[in-house]
């Protein structure tokens, strides 16, 4: 008699929140936070597991973080040389459990309390998404709870919102610079990105990375858990002379907003070779004037990375993405993904942009990087449209893809307008030191 209770009770708990999940609408306060059917913010679950770092967080339609927990694999890839996936999967599946377990007891709510679970499920690793698209999905079935399946970039993108949703409205221009990506969009609702351009070889931060580790900073104790483009920028503020290694600019001919990075790095590359044979060091051992290196490293690279974004902002001009005349909108300009810590290319592009009218925004540094929180946040602002929320059998249909581009591709666009620009200069190196942190 007892267990047919606790059965029935069981039940009924299930049908409750299917029912709940189904029938929730969302309603808005007088401050315009949508809230669920029982009045309270709604809250969303997420999960992040597209590359090395496995993160969870409980965020609600505030934009307040209720709880977070993330487990970086850093130290690790950064002995090994790079990211080996299927190491990187080990790491994920031995983390996950403890990552969501940790977020929900810091938030102090179990999965019966959220509203929904969002999954990174695109683009990345494909042996690093599964695992965190499997325990979504596992979680989603088990609490019956919808699944909102999320893509990375857009993620990254949307970040800058979550502590800026009165200041940040759609449209605005966001440049993702990561260690798997770079490229700039047009972002003019939750779903609707179109592409201006993106890297065809590399990207800014493999590019750090890569430096970093031929210079010796990684083998440097005060480094062993930093990533290679952290260590870069720290040591470029110690340059006494900025200008004494110069590094080619990639693709300044070409009239689009495409970037290339193998440019760049076979050049750091080989700038160490010829330092380490003159000097008579062993390759891993530091090279002289590392400050300078890193200081000319970085330089080039915000260059590059500049002028690509100073185009797309004029080609948004052109085509009047920002309205004309009276109906004009703000400009905004997000700079996101893990290069977006970077002090020195977030005032380059700042100053820049705001020659052209454009306030610079990005997330608060800890969350440029991967994190649950950004997937979260992104689950809040599908599930405020009520855009791609997987109930029930649906939730089968949701599976990992390596690459997924964005809704439309404007690259091409961009080349026929054949845009010239008149250049702004990269600001001095030096005054940076004075914004480190
Ligand atoms: O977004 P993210 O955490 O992971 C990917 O999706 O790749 O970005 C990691 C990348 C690394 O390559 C790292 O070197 C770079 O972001 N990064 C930086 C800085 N902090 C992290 N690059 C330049 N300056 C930084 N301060
Ligand atoms: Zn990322």
Redesign the pocket.
């Known amino acids: 008699m007892t267990m047919l209770r606790k059965l029935l009770k069981n039940f009924d708990k299930k049908l409750y929140f299917n029912q709940l999940s189904l029938s929730t609408r969302l309603f808005c306060n007088q401050s315009n936070v949508p809230l669920t059917e029982s009045k309270r913010p709604a809250i969303v679950l997420g999960i992040e597991t ?2 090395d ?1 496995t993160g969870c967080a409980i965020v609600n339609s505030t934009g307040t973080i209720l709880g977070e927990s993330l487990h970086s694999q850093l130290q690790f890839h950064n002995k090994c040389g790079g990211i080996n996936p299927p190491i990187a999967q080990e790491f994920h599946r031995k983390h996950i459990e403890p990552v969501v377990t940790e977020s929900l007891s810091r938030a102090n709510l179990s999965v019966n309390d959220v509203d929904a679970i969002a999954v990174a499920s695109r683009p990345g690793l494909t042996m690093s998404l599964v695992v965190g698209v499997r325990y979504a999905k596992h979680l989603a079935r088990k609490y019956r709870k919808p699944l909102i399946p999320i893509h ?1 970039m857009e993620a ?1 993108a949307l970040m800058a919102r979550l502590e800026n949703q009165s200041k940040l409205n759609f449209p605005f221009l966001c440049l993702l610079a ?4 770079c490229l700039l969009a047009m972002v003019k609702s939750v779903n609707d990105f179109s592409l201006l351009g993106e890297a065809t070889d590399g ?4 590019c ?2 890569k430096a970093a580790r031929v210079i010796g900073l990684t083998n440097l104790p005060e480094y062993s858990e930093s ?4 260590a ?2 720290l040591e470029a503020y110690k340059a006494t002379n900025a200008d004494r290694f110069v590094f080619p600019s990639p693709l300044n001919d070409g009239r689009n907003c495409q970037f290339s990075f193998s440019g760049l790095k076979s050049a750091a590359i080989t700038t160490v070779q010829d330092l380490q044979k003159s000097a008579q060091i062993e390759p891993d051992q530091l090279i002289p004037h590392h400050e300078d290196f890193c200081a000319g490293f970085l330089k080039a690279t915000t260059k590059h990375i500049m002028r690509k974004t100073q185009r797309a902002i004029q080609y948004c001009e052109r085509k009047g993405f920002f309205g004309f005349g009276a109906n004009t909108k703000p400009r905004s300009l997000v700079f996101s ?3 977006g ?3 020195f ?1 977030f005032r380059a592009l700042s100053e820049m942009a705001s020659e052209f009218g454009y306030k610079t925004f990005r997330p608060p540094k800890r969350l ?3 994190n649950g929180v950004m997937i979260a946040w992104n689950g809040i602002e599908r599930w405020i449209d009520n855009d791609q929320v997987y109930r029930e059998l649906d939730i089968d249909s949701v599976t990992p893809l390596d690459r997924q581009p964005f809704r439309t591709n404007l690259v091409e666009d961009v080349e026929r307008k054949n845009i010239q620009c008149t250049w702004i200069k990269v600001p001095s190196m030096q005054s940076n030191r004075l914004v480190m942190t």
């Open positions: 597209s590359c770092d990375h990254h990561s260690g798997g990506h990207s800014p931060g493999e750090f990375d990533s290679g483009g952290r870069i920028e993904g893990g290069v810590c970077n002090d290319i440029c990087t991967d």
